[in-house]
Nanobody
Framework: QVQLEESGGGLVQAGGSLRLSCAAS????????QGWFRQAPGKEREFVAA????????YYADSVKGRFTISRNNAKNTVYLQMNSLKPEDTAVYYC????????????????????WGQGTQVTVSS
């Protein structure tokens, strides 16, 4: 199977930046599209960004468009989420996830469509 591990979370001031990393290990050849999700206390887990295996296609939640960038380096088995112009409302636990097969891009937006998940990393943005 596949193990995913997030890193890069922490405490930053509003307007600052963070880069999250998601390193995959194990049967990495079984990872296809990958995404980032986040969940704040008292709120449902929400889609943040997704990227195809090739990196040619990316999608973002409206709330992060223009501020966040998802990318991947398959040679390093790592997916990144560059977060700029952070806002207090970005505060959440961020999770990376991967699908285990080629699937229509419509599936990329739903957490239930992902097979592998990391443990999450806390991002806190102070005002």
């Amino acid at each position: 199977q596949v193990q995913l591990e997030e890193s890069g979370g922490g405490l930053v001031q509003a307007g600052g930046s963070l880069r999250l990393s998601c390193a995959a290990s194990g049967r990495t050849f079984n990872t296809y599209a990958q995404g980032w999700f986040r969940q704040a206390p008292g709120k449902e887990r929400e889609f943040v960004a997704a990227i195809s295996w090739s990196g040619d296609s990316t999608y973002y939640a409206d709330s992060v468009k223009g501020r966040f960038t998802i990318s991947r380096n398959n040679a390093k088995n790592t997916v990144y989420l560059q977060m700029n112009s952070l806002k207090p409302e970005d505060t959440a636990v961020y999770y990376c996830a991967a699908q285990n097969s080629r699937r229509n891009y419509y599936s990329w937006f739903s957490a239930r469509e992902y097979t592998y998940w990391g443990q999450g990393t806390q991002v806190t943005v102070s005002s």
